[in-house]
């Protein structure tokens, strides 16, 4: 290869000293009054993703302090947002939805051997399928920290929706400060009636 040729250009590491001077051009800060190359991304904002501004390290710094993705949402979309997080955003079914086919008069005839013979003979107690008492409903088993919830508002493991709703109002309007003089113990147990009640509605309790 010739010093000369045009490949041997190509694969030179160091430019010319006598020729222009390769200069990156960053964009400009978009932060207010700033001159200085905005090397840094930051997010838009919600309903607006992919998009990004562009700061400089000390401005991008200051504009993540301030960003709050849900600006502007109110409680219930939050909760509902966190709640739906915990499943990718994607539909959900619960347990055993197609479980009432076991119980059906023709699945009985179509098994054979033992369990035939079991679901043949009485079973007062429900533990073969259908026998002569109906199968108890299942209760759900609150988690600790819902159990907790409802023993603030002062009810029991098997509260349901309407009555924990009820009991919410109950206390809010018994406890608030305003019906209280500010008392400082009125005011701690106005604040754990209502965590108690975002925990619970969190939860899809009511």
Known sequence: MKPNSPWFEKIRVRPDRDGPATATHEPICQWDGCKREGTHRAPVGRMREGE??????????????????????????????????????RPTWKMGANGS????????QKRSGRAGYYNRIRDPFGMFGDGGAAPRPRERKAKPLEAKALETLG????????????????????????????????????????QAYRLLRQAGLC
């Open 155 to 194: 009810l029991a493991a098997n509260a349901t929706g309407a009555e924990i709703k009820a009991r919410y109002k109950e206390l809010v309007k018994r406890h608030h400060p305003d019906a209280n003089g500010g008392s400082r113990g009125s005011e701690d147990r106005f604040r754990d009636v209502i």
């Open 52 to 89: 990004y501004f562009r700061f400089c390290i000390d401005h991008v710094r200051e504009y993540n302090k301030g960003f709050n993705y849900f600006s502007g949402l109110a409680d219930s979309d939050i909760a509902r947002f966190q709640k739906e997080a915990l499943t990718g955003h």
């Open 101 to 108: 086919a076991r119980t059906a008069p023709d699945f009985a």
